[in-house]
DNA sequence: CAATAAATATCTATTTGACATATAACCATA
DNA sequence: TATGGTTATATGTCAAATAGATATTTATTG
């Protein structure tokens, strides 16, 4: 079936047509660590395994607005960075019957997900094994050691290997990473989410350096309380206008 | 409609469903200009309009499979660097149904498409606008001047112009570029793609030390002919794998 | 040998990493 | 209350690596 033939007259009413979902890939930066939010199925198949949240997409709903509904409705979260990953579409990826599914992922600071978690016994924050991003050959992740179970339903854990990937690529050259953090946050804090996703550390003098050239973030000329050392300036995204 | 809910007894094959097509973005480099596929739409709607080439996606197909097909049937071409690109699903993208499209790019040397385009003349290489890479708020890109008509059906101008948005975000880090070149190559051809992509122009002796330092190519002795002046050496990709 | 573009060499400017030093807060102790 | 120790922020300096610009040499055709 082609679209070629469709257009001489060919019916696609008449064909079975596949069902679309949304599995959402929902992450932040907790203790240092990357995490995504996972939810314990509850049925079959795959009972008792971590799956991502997700659902169909409506027939007169858009796939942004399936995923941003998902967020609220699944995850109680809403705002922060959402953007489309990409689409699962092998047959057979639910034994049941034909998904595709199209993957979005979101970033939030870790504070943002407290509420849900404190009241969805079924949601985890599963912190994941990030190796380092140069790392030649080596698994681009998994769930860490100290999660349990380990084991992912369907293919999510490829839809999680590529959120991770995605997330590390897109981490220098825009506006990303800011998702992470409080309005205002300390350079440190921006290095420490930075050092978390791809797995490495950095030269502070230079990390700042960096930062600071770029243009995008600006003193608010408040400092940091509470610390038992010289306090850190906090510093504010300027725009938040997607690079 | 929720997945806890269809986990939860409802039965999803009572809603409807979908249709879900693929949509091809060919590019190719030819005569120093970036250029795509597109066909002349031979009935309603936006009849007599260019469009990308497309299909449905077949019910126990994967997408990738679709997208290869497609590639075959529709535009005659295989091989080639081929990915998938983003989906597309607003409810009106098409006047006629809900269709969500599953875009996929590839690209190919422009020597490829020479049997096709003989055989088939509702076929064209559009060559493309492709403003300074580092334009801001300037429009990615649209159909160039000499294109005729320069009316896409659908949202494709937008496809299109997510395409080339991405071939040029991973021109610098990937082996993509190689894709629109043939087996050997000379160092002048790949700058000439590379400013193709990008509507900038380069220092010679920069790029070819910056492409000779990452490793990716190498020489083969050999020397191109027939030119009235110094001929150039070739050179070939040492691994296909991508990065 | 004239013309042309490939290929190389050289110099400068910019960016980046590494290390050292100064700063500002808290805290323990006198 | 005063003082010095502790700690991470913040800044300054130097060296190394990278990138851009220009000039020179090389190889081929006509």
Redesign the interface.
Known sequence: ????????GYD??A???????VDLVLMTVKEGRLAALLQQ???HPHKGDWAL????????????DAAKR?MT??AGLDEGWIE?L??????NRDPR??V?S?AYFALLPAAKFNATLAQRPDLVLAPLEVPWAGEVGGQVLALAETARPRILAFDHAEILGLAVKRLRGKLDYSKIGFALLPERFTLGELQGVHEAILGTEFNKPAFRRRMLDRGWIAGTGERQSGAAFRPAELYHLISKERT
Do not use: C, H, W
């Open positions: 079936m082609t679209e070629a033939d469709f257009l001489d696609p009413n064909f079975p047509r596949p069902s679309v979902a199925r509850p049925n949240p997700g659902g169909f997409v409506g027939i007169e709903e858009s796939l942004d998902l409705t699944k489309q990409y689409s699962f579409g092998e047959p019957m034909r595709i199209v």
